[in-house]
């Protein structure tokens, strides 16, 4: 595996958008689905022998060829330079699941026009099962990322998910000290998604969220390290870090806009402790960052799990002038009742809600009450998953406040962003 990681001029996504939406019917239809990420390897070394053009071109190639071989109800979707989702639908046994994904990797194998010297294409093939291993769609689709991972590590070209799949990879793999190398030597990195004030169309700040490129294993999913990091005691460690950069990149902004927010995200079981108090008070007086232009986003429900130590944590935050979000609104199996005394500024709907808002008339009632919801307890609210403008523009009507989505800009790494606040004043 090579340890350098290049760009390739193609296609640069991240998002599961359209294989969650589908993952997400097929559970409410109670359809089975085998979920496939399919990973190509050895694309450094494609690029080195036939050039970013031809590599290209392959890639390219091999996704079309994909499309044509998907059957009617099955889905394949690009969501990387150089990896793919397939669902695949009704295929209950293994067996079958199994030389489908080895269809997939003969397919990738035979780009057409290829000179017997070019090297091929290959590809790991990770599957989680829907809704036997979960019925979440992101979940789902983590344990088929974990699966590919797997694969990649033990050698096997098609891997299915077991349930302690990542445990053992923690063990096997040594993750926790890679992640630990990560943190010191800088592979952690923060990209920020920007957020604009719906109504006016300002920039108004953005999200956090930590990217992590392992150099033997390529990019690694977020919801895949910060589990990792929660089993392995690193969470604390990597959340201050994601908070000091934060801070950071708000001194860095001072003077060119003094009032945007930056949010990060925090899990629960931080929360709980009051260390998360100190930690935010260093790093903004540090870096001199008013903190009333730092938002922590924690998930609804943290604040079922310690309501007392959590509401009261909440409060001194808030105290200091530190906004807090509540992230992922509506997934959680929390009662309303908790509304009421809410040490909270703002809810921010989940995105699998926003995104189906168009298509399906139960998520557009669920983010239209959530707007009336966050009004009637004077509450801002944001809008996630923005990947259209109709969907923008449907928010507006609905009186949101704040909007983030691949339509308004995907994450981008710090000097972007920059570029992008300069540009947008
Ligand atoms: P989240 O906090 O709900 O973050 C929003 C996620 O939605 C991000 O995924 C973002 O890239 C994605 N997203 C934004 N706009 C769109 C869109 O239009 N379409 C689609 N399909 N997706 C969109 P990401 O970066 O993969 O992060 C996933 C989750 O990992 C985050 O969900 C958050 O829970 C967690 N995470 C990320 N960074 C951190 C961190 O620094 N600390 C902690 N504790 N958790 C983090
Ligand atoms: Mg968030
Ligand atoms: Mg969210």
New binding site residues.
Partial sequence: MSATSISLPFLQR????LA?RRIALAVRDRKEIAVMIVHAHDVEQLCASLGHERTGDILDGFFSRLQGIARENDLVERIGDRKFVVLLNGLRNRGHINLAAKKIQRLAKETPGRHEDEPELSTTVGIALCPLQSSDA?EVMRFAEIATLNGRHSNQSVCFFESDTANQMIVDWGMERRLQTAMEAGNLE??Y?PKTNIQSGAIAGA?????WHEPEIGPI???VF?DLAESTGQ?AE??YF?IQNACHQLSDLRGTRDDLNIA????PSLIRDREIIDAVKSATSIWGVDPRTLTL?V?ENALMLDREATHDILTELREQGIRISI??FGTGYSSLGYLKDIPADEL?I??SF??GMLDSPDDFKIVKHTIEIARSFNLGVVA????SEAMLEELRKLGCDYG????IC??IPPTEFHEFIKQAK
């Fill in positions: 991240d998002g599961l958008s969650g992101s923060l990209h998604q999200e956090a969220l930590m990217r999913s977020p919801e910060i969470i990597l959340t994601a990060v995200n925090v899990t986003e998930t992230d992922d921010k989940d995105r926003v995104m996630e998953g923005i990947e983030q989505g691949y339509f995907k994450p």
